[in-house]
């Protein structure tokens, strides 16, 4: 019995080095933020993979969002900007669907369940396997809870340091949009401000992640925290409209 109790802690670190040798280790920041982009309009970004034509199968489940064409094959139109689906910002309005809330879903899933989810759901669309493991990095690791960042009554930021924002904004998106946010707007007419203020989720999305098809870099990749991208909207959100 005696060299029972002496093995006890022998057995606890074998188990220790056990768990910690079968972590995951974490994902390259550029995966992450590929997979980010590929979540906003994967067409963009795969080699291999062509802008889908006529509505996504699952579209027709619903009847709410009267959206149709590739748009509909978007990761966002289903699950948001905030990835809560039909539990957070478009839980109402002409974007809801009643797609299920992302976020919860893949809360205690590891990247290998993930990945045996996407790889029978997005295959066929003709996106390789880097496509899908980028992807799965950022729904593993990429996702975060805007409702620690935005409040959703106001659509403001909960306390942005606008001083950090503004050194932020200055030092990476005043080059192409501008001191003001007017120039190279966004989609052709709207304001850094005006999508800022209209739909902060989406534009937190972006400083992360950029915005797919262009030279926009992505905070992630660049190494901000998530605290860093919400000051740079914080901050947008206070720019003229």
């Given at each position: ?5 002496l093995?006890l802690?022998?057995?606890?670190l074998?188990?220790l080095?056990?768990?910690?040798g ?10 992450i933020a590929t997979?980010?982009?590929?979540y906003?309009?994967w ?10 034509s ?11 969002n ?6 509909t094959?978007?990761c ?8 809560r689906?039909s539990?957070?910002a478009?839980s109402?309005?002409?974007?809801y669907?009643g797609?299920?809330?992302?976020l919860a879903a893949?809360s ?8 045996d989810?996407?790889e029978?759901h997005?295959?066929?669309?003709g ?10 990095d950022?729904?593993?690791e ?5 409702r620690?960042y935005i409040n959703?009554d106001t659509?403001?930021v ?5 001083a ?6 200055n ?6 949009h501008?001191d003001d946010?007017?120039?190279f707007?966004?989609e052709?007419?709207e304001?850094v ?6 739909n902060p989720w ?5 400083i ?5 098809g262009t030279?926009?870099p992505s905070?992630v990749?660049?190494g ?5 991208a919400?000051?740079v ?6 720019l003229p409209?």
């Open positions: 019995m005696k060299r029972f109790y093995l802690p022998l057995l606890a074998v188990a080095i056990f768990v910690v079968c972590a995951e280790e974490p994902a390259d920041p550029a995966s997979g980010g982009a590929l906003d309009k067409w963009k970004i795969s080699d291999t993979a062509s802008e889908p006529g509505d996504h199968p699952l579209w027709s489940i619903q009847s709410t009267e959206r149709d064409g590739s748009g094959w978007r966002k139109e289903c699950h948001a900007w905030d990835y689906g539990e957070g478009y109402s309005g002409s974007h669907t797609f299920p809330n992302l893949v205690e899933q590891s990247k290998s369940d993930i990945l989810h996407l029978g997005l295959a066929p669309l996106l390789n396997e880097v496509d899908i493991d980028n992807l799965a950022f729904l593993n990429g996702l975060v809870d805007n620690k959703y659509k403001k909960i306390g942005a340091n606008l950090n924002g503004e050194k932020l904004y030092s990476t998106c005043a080059s192409c501008g946010g007017r120039m707007l966004i052709e007419t304001s401000s005006s999508l800022a203020n209209g989406e534009i937190l999305h972006k992360r992640f950029g915005q797919p030279a926009m905070g990749a660049n901000w925290s998530t605290q860093d919400a000051d909207l914080g901050y947008a959100q206070t409209e």
